[in-house]
């Protein structure tokens, strides 16, 4: 079944780096942009990033932009997001989602994995 | 950036309710509108997406409807497995945005 699964959350320490992974399966990874949201403890969802579904394109909210990196390996149906320079503000659960359309296209996340939490303090 | 607000932040309902909830976004986004369900603990659920296209398996009880920039989700009649949080996401321009969310719950 189409199932995304993140992993490499943890309790890392303020200007430290992370990187996360989400490995899907169950669908053609090729097809499909993918997205990376956040959900800080008590708040609501923040939309973090975002890619094309060949890679050739990236998007990224302004509270992350620079810091954050969103990538993809197509040969392994993986997504990444690389953290840099962690702050306490970035502890959250992350979600990594696929969108409903395909190729260039978005119009919402229609799978969900089950999130990886990230927790920065000394 | 667009902003998307959302109201009410909570609503209290009873099982069988009509509940309303209100998007707007803060130029207009093309329909591109999705609207999802998010359980406590869980991961969101996508129920509507272009503003009134309901996602499969979602129950027809749920409604999307709007245009332009004012847009609603409407649950006709409520029902236990409903007692959730509602948040909105416009996906026409990046970066994306969510409304702050909607809590719905017992009455």
């Known amino acids: 079944q189409v199932q995304l699964v993140e992993s490499g959350g943890g309790v890392v320490q303020p200007g430290r780096s992370l990187r996360l992974s989400c490995a899907v399966s169950?669908?053609?990874?090729?097809?499909?942009?993918m997205h990376w949201v956040r959900q800080a403890p008590g708040k609501g969802l923040e939309w973090v990033a975002a890619?094309?579904?060949?890679?050739?394109?990236?998007f990224y909210a302004e509270s992350v932009e620079g810091r954050f990196t969103i990538s993809r390996d197509n040969s392994k149906n993986s997504l990444y997001l690389q953290i840099n320079s962690l702050r306490a503000e970035d502890t959250a659960v992350y979600y990594c989602?696929?969108?409903?359309?395909?190729?260039?296209?978005?119009?919402?996340?229609?799978?969900w994995g089950q999130g990886t939490t990230v927790i920065v303090s000394s | 950036d667009i902003q998307m607000t959302q109201s009410p932040s909570s609503v209290s309902a009873s099982v069988g309710d009509r509940v309303t909830i209100s998007c707007r976004a803060s130029?207009?986004?093309?329909?591109?509108l999705a609207w999802y369900q998010q359980m406590p603990g869980k991961g969101p659920k996508l129920l509507i997406y272009?503003?009134?296209s309901l996602h499969s398996g979602v129950p027809s009880r749920f409604r999307g409807s709007g245009s332009g920039t004012n847009f609603t989700l409407t649950i006709t009649s409520l029902q236990p497995e409903d007692f959730a949080t509602y948040y909105c996401?416009?996906?026409?321009?990046?970066?994306?945005?969510f409304g702050g969310g909607t809590r719905v719950d017992v009455k």
């Open positions: 272009t503003a009134t």
């Open positions: 890619i094309w579904h060949d890679g050739s394109q990236t």
């Open positions: 996401q416009q996906a026409n321009t990046f970066p994306n945005t």
């Open positions: 989602a696929r969108d409903l359309g395909t190729l260039f296209y978005f119009y919402g996340m229609d799978v």
């Open positions: 130029q207009g986004i093309n329909n591109r």
């Open positions: 169950g669908f053609t990874f090729t097809k499909y942009g």
